[in-house]
């Protein structure tokens, strides 16, 4: 088997780390990187790639970083790497996988094309993806590349039995786009689900209609895959609350916390506990006792140790 290199894009630096950590016999990819007064960015690949499997680790969490990605792929490419594994712990636009308006631009499908773009390795271009928000974008790339959708199934799981602290408990979603990834989670943890009922009143505002399941006197713990602004989560949270829920504790994959989201969240006062995964750079920059953040590094070295 090939040997395994592993760069990494500069946000993503800190899960490349954790990663070699677990897998010490992956050769860390060197990098020379600056950035020009006018805004451009210089890449130099310094380590040997020839003839090797190579990862390239990075989220598309903005557009620096999703050229970032590309350009250290191609780069690689370039130098004849036997094999390239793109892994993407997030992937950005991911709610965006379709067009409700006329003309609006579906970016999940757009930034999809972009990596189905690069040229493929003798062993062909394969693309891993965690917790997506809609299964379906893992259907957009083309030109042979290799799509995998990886669940963090297990860390949800364990955060899970970690918060439910060995009584019983509800696993709820913050709405029912998410019921049936809930309900199959809920089910392998011999638990309860619920979700709740939403009425959109404009774009930016919905209405919370109804619960579907007994929820009064009991632990909820909600999961969601991502955590943006904190909005949904709050009012989700405060409508189980209102139906009796005895405390609230929340999972989520993805800690984007945008626009003061964590903050917001801490301030409603009304959820005890939050765990999320460190797919996103923006959760390792909070320190509160609120938050704990896991890592999907174990997640990611299985998939490569189980698939060669």
């Known amino acids: ?126 693309v891993v993806l965690m917790d997506l928000h809609v299964d379906g974008i893992t259907y957009y790339f083309e030109s042979g590349v290799r799509p995998v959708h990886l669940y963090g199934k297990d860390l949800v799981k364990e955060a899970a039995m970690e918060l439910g602290e060995g009584e019983p408990f509800v696993l709820a979603s913050t709405d029912a786009g998410r019921a049936k990834w809930v309900e199959s989670l809920a089910n392998d943890l011999n638990v309860e689900a619920a979700f709740v009922f939403k009425k959109r009143i404009s774009g930016e505002t919905t209405q919370i209609t109804g619960i579907n399941a007994e929820v009064e006197n009991k632990n909820v713990i909600i999961y969601d895959d991502m955590i943006r602004t904190g909005g949904s989560l709050i009012h989700a949270a405060q409508s189980y609350l209102d139906a009796g829920a005895k405390n609230i504790s929340v999972i989520t994959t993805h800690g984007i916390f945008a626009g003061g989201g964590f903050e917001k969240i801490k301030k409603s006062g009304i959820i005890k506990k939050v765990i999320c995964a460190d797919t996103h750079p923006n959760a390792l920059s909070i320190q509160d006792e609120l938050l704990t953040v896991k890592s999907v590094d174990k997640i990611i070295v299985d998939y490569f140790q189980q698939h060669g």
């Open 1 to 126: 088997m090939p040997q395994k290199i592993i760069f990494a894009t500069q946000r993503y630096q800190y899960l490349k780390n954790r990663i070699l950590a677990l897998a010490p016999h992956w050769e860390e990819g060197k990098l020379e990187i600056r950035d020009f007064p006018d805004g451009e960015h210089y890449h130099r690949i310094r380590s040997q790639v020839h003839g090797k499997e190579v990862i390239v680790l990075g989220g598309t969490i903005d557009d620096k970083e999703t050229l970032e990605l590309f350009d250290i792929a191609h780069g690689c490419i370039q130098l004849d790497a036997h094999a390239l594994n793109l892994v993407i712990p997030f992937f950005g636009y991911s709610t965006m996988e379709r067009a409700v308006k006329s003309g609006e631009i579906v970016k999940a499908k757009t930034r999809a094309l972009l990596f189905s773009a690069l040229p493929a390795t003798n062993s062909g271009n394969k």
